[in-house]
């Protein structure tokens, strides 16, 4: 993981802030294990992925101190950053924003999973990155419930119709793994504000895929405000940022 020049950068984080992110951290492991246990799910069947986005690698340090394996960014140029700041820590690092193809080559140099693939260009460049780099990359289609059929979601993603194709060309590319669905709870359209509704959705074409695909098990659903709904609708995932990090300032 971690190459001999890295020296480990960031100095401790200060013991109120850290002491903050636990019981944060807590807070939101209780949810996850309340709503496993409503659900009628083994709590492992739940991983929780940070999203450490506008936070410092301080932060990252603190949380993988306090047993957190799995962080994820939405932007490059950050991510690239606070991953090597804390390569000598066991993440594994999840991209889950809109990528550039002109990324690509970047964002395999520290991601396991990119959670955001939403078209054959991006497909494309990430696995001729993946390959170039002799990685293997774990990829999600992300489903924008809000996108019309020839379109993308405001947040990035493809219509549900073009799911199993671009499942099909990520299975095919060298360099990349097909490992799942993900979305984000839509604002508008017919599952604006129906977080439950649109997760259920996700499970439904996650089952369907893995008639054709059954190593593509991942579903990634769920964000700080709606984790419950992703657990009871079957979410392998869920990416919580504020919980844990606290309101983050606004971004753009
Ligand atoms: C920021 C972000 C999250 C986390 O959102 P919170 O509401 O802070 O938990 C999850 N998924 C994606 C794609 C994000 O960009």
């Known amino acids: 993981m971690t190459g001999p020049s890295h020296a480990p950068s960031g100095a401790a984080p200060d013991p109120e802030r850290a002491a903050e992110l636990a019981a944060n951290l807590a807070r939101v492991e209780e949810r996850i294990a309340a709503a496993c246990a409503a659900a009628g799910r083994p709590r492992e069947e739940v991983t929780l992925v940070v999203v450490t986005k506008t936070y410092p690698a301080e932060d990252v340090r603190a949380l993988a101190a306090l047993g957190v394996r799995q962080v994820a960014e939405n932007r490059d140029q950050e991510a690239a950053a606070k991953a090597e700041a804390c390569a000598d820590l066991p993440l594994s690092w999840h ?7 002109n990324k690509a080559r970047h964002v395999v140099r520290y991601a396991d999973h990119v959670h955001s693939v939403d078209r054959d260009r991006l497909v494309t460049a990430l696995s001729a990155a993946a390959t170039a780099a002799g990685r293997t990359l774990g990829c999600l289609v992300q489903v924008a419930f809000d996108a019309e059929a020839a379109g993308r979601g405001e947040r990035g993603g493809v ?8 499942a099909d060309a990520i299975a095919a590319a060298d360099g990349l793994r097909m490992d799942g669905l993900m979305t984000v709870a839509p604002l508008t359209g017919r599952y604006a504000g129906q977080p439950r509704m649109a997760f259920d959705r996700l499970t439904e074409i996650s089952s369907r895929l893995r008639e054709t695909h059954p190593a593509a098990t991942m579903v990634s659903a769920g ?17 919580v940022g504020t919980a844990v990090l606290g309101v983050r300032p606004r971004l753009r």
């Open 159 to 166: 219509a549900p119709e073009r799911v199993g194709a671009l």
């Open 223 to 239: 964000m700080s405000q709606d984790l419950e709904d992703a657990v009871a609708a079957g979410a392998t995932h869920v990416r």
């Open 95 to 101: 991209f889950v924003g809109q990528l550039q193809t």
